[in-house]
């Protein structure tokens, strides 16, 4: 069916499953129950997968709490070993896992590929960090006593993961849980299942005990509910929606869990009188086009300053020409489909609002005449800050331009957002640097960079953006409790 229908050949036909992974078997749902998966390109039956629901779900949980305590009793070196086969694994099938990730998603071929090595090297990383779980040892305020902190897995966690990244989104939640020595049941987006149980594929080829890795598929108001319901599920890691987030904190409430929520962001990409220009334009086009503008951390507001703006405006212009719109799977290609009608009609309100609050049209903004979820780059310049386009997410190919006159103008500008995820500016004078980098209110702060994101740093939001941070060294934290041994008896 797939390699019929995407006209493209997998070395490894079986990295492609129509099953899901629970306990460490390949199962279909009760009662056989399925949906079809569609490629956003073309709009054409990728296959379909089992749509699962609360039986299921709290059978993978159950899976997952049966195998958590003796994946916590193997040596961190144990642990760290199977990750590190995971990760060989996941690099020596890139074209293959990328070419599942392209057909289901839609982005190019190119960073489909980045996307790959950029989900191993969370895997790589965590790798190495579940052999740095260290406690201390606290000098005792009284004779005879021993303080010892010791920190340990804090047991099953489940993800629930986006569309936009299917495979970096699993393995920023997946690899440091059971790095620490969780166990977890993954649930990946409807639209995006079959890169979520490719993972599944190699973790089982890597050797994973059976129930420390479940990859359950089906509709959200049945697995959703029965994961943040259930007491036996410590961690809930989230990416997605900031209202879907609120939803699922309040969900957990009953069972006080842990949760890590990576949300919605509004990132403004400011561009000052001092900065280089085509640099700017550089990591403008990256911050704004990657994955058809569909991370959370693309540019959403484009602020230049006033002496440089048509210039800069300009210099832009001619690089989004350049860019190559088409069927991710075709050599060349830069910009892939949206995912969907729901982020095509969201694009499409955001362009027209701009317009009709006096926006001018610099290039695209409308539909591209072929099948599938289309929409050309897009530019519009002189963009009220009443728009809707600043205020919210447009998650879609358009950058759309805003004047400033001054640096408080611009701080002030960037930070009138309750998102506080990404953000970005350029400029050279080391003053203004310093000033704007400890002004703006977001959890991440990309200076003459438009391509920020790696597993060595902390990656997370302020304000509605969300709670915690994954990759580097923190991102181990979240899956880990801290206990406190008061060790008496002692004499002397
Ligand atoms: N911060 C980020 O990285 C991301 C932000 N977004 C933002 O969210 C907007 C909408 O994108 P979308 O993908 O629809 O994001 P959603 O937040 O709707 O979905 C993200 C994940 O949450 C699941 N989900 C949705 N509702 C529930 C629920 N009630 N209980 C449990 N799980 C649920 C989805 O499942 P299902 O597949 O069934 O929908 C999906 O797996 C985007 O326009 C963008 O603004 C989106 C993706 C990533
Ligand atoms: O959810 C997203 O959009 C990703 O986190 C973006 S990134 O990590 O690939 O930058």
Redesign the pocket.
């Known amino acids: 069916m797939y390699q019929r229908l995407s006209g493209h050949t997998l070395r490894r036909p079986e990295l492609f499953r129509e099953a899901n992974y629970i306990g460490g078997k390949w199962v279909a749902a009760d009662g056989g129950r399925t949906y079809d998966v569609l490629n956003p390109a073309t709009g054409d039956i990728i296959g379909r997968v089992p749509s699962m629901g609360a039986t299921e779900t709290n059978r993978a949980i159950d899976a997952a709490y049966k195998a958590q305590k003796a994946w916590a009793a193997l040596t961190a070196q144990q642990r760290s070993d199977y990750l590190k086969k995971l990760c060989s694994l996941m690099l020596e099938n890139t074209e293959d896992l990328a070419a599942i990730m392209t057909i289901e998603q839609g982005k190019p071929l190119s960073e489909s590929r980045g996307e790959i090595a950029y989900s191993a090297s969370f895997i790589e990383w965590f790798a190495e960090e579940a052999r740095r779980v260290y406690g201390d040892v606290i000098p005792a305020p009284v004779a005879g006593r021993r303080l010892i902190v010791q920190k340990q897995p804090i047991g099953v966690f489940a993800a629930?993961?986006?569309?936009?990244?299917p495979s970096a989104?699993i393995t920023r939640k997946a690899g440091p849980g059971w790095a620490a020595g969780c166990a977890g049941v993954i649930?990946?987006?409807?639209?995006?299942p079959y890169s979520a149980l490719a993972i599944a594929v190699l973790a089982e080829e890597a050797g994973f005990p059976a129930g420390v890795c479940n990859v359950i598929t089906?509709?959200?108001?049945e697995?959703?509910?029965a994961?943040?319901g259930s007491p036996l599920v410590r961690k809930l890691s989230?990416?997605?929606?900031?209202?879907?987030?609120a939803?699922?904190l309040a969900?957990c409430a009953p069972t006080i869990k842990k949760t890590s929520m990576?949300?919605?962001?509004n990132a403004p990409f400011i561009v000052f009188d001092d900065a280089d220009l085509d640099e700017a334009v550089k990591g403008a086009i990256v911050s704004k086009f990657r994955n058809t503008g569909?991370?959370?951390?693309c540019a959403n507001r484009i602020l230049v300053q006033d002496k440089i703006h048509d210039a800069f405006a300009e210099k832009l212009s001619a690089a989004v020409a350049k860019l190559k719109l088409g069927n991710g799977m075709q050599d060349g290609v830069t910009l892939g489909p949206l995912?969907d009608e729901?982020?095509m009609r969201?694009v499409e309100a955001h362009v027209g609002d701009a317009l009709e609050r006096g926006a001018r049209l610099v290039s695209g903004g409308k539909r591209d005449g072929r099948s599938g979820n289309f929409y050309e780059p897009t530019i519009l310049a002189g963009v009220s800050t009443a728009a809707d386009i600043f205020h919210?997410?447009?998650?879609g190919p358009v950058a759309p331009l805003f004047r400033f006159e001054t640096e408080e103008q611009a701080i002030e500008m960037a930070n009138d957002t309750p998102f506080g995820?990404a953000s970005y500016f350029y400029a050279r004078d080391v003053g203004r640097i310093f000033r704007v980098a400890e002004a703006l209110e977001f959890g991440i702060v990309g200076i003459n960079e438009g391509l920020i994101s790696t597993a060595v740093a902390p990656f997370g939001?302020m304000k509605q953006?969300?709670i915690g941070r994954e990759g580097s060294k923190y991102g181990i934290e979240e899956y880990l409790e801290v206990k406190y041994l008061a060790l008496g008896g002692l004499g002397g």
């Open positions: 629930i993961t986006p569309w936009n990244f989104m649930r990946p987006a409807s639209q995006t089906g509709p959200s108001s697995t959703g509910p994961i943040t989230f990416t997605g929606s900031t209202a879907v987030g939803r699922l969900e990576e949300l919605g962001g569909q991370t959370c951390v995912i729901d982020a969201k919210e997410e447009t998650f995820l939001g953006s969300g």
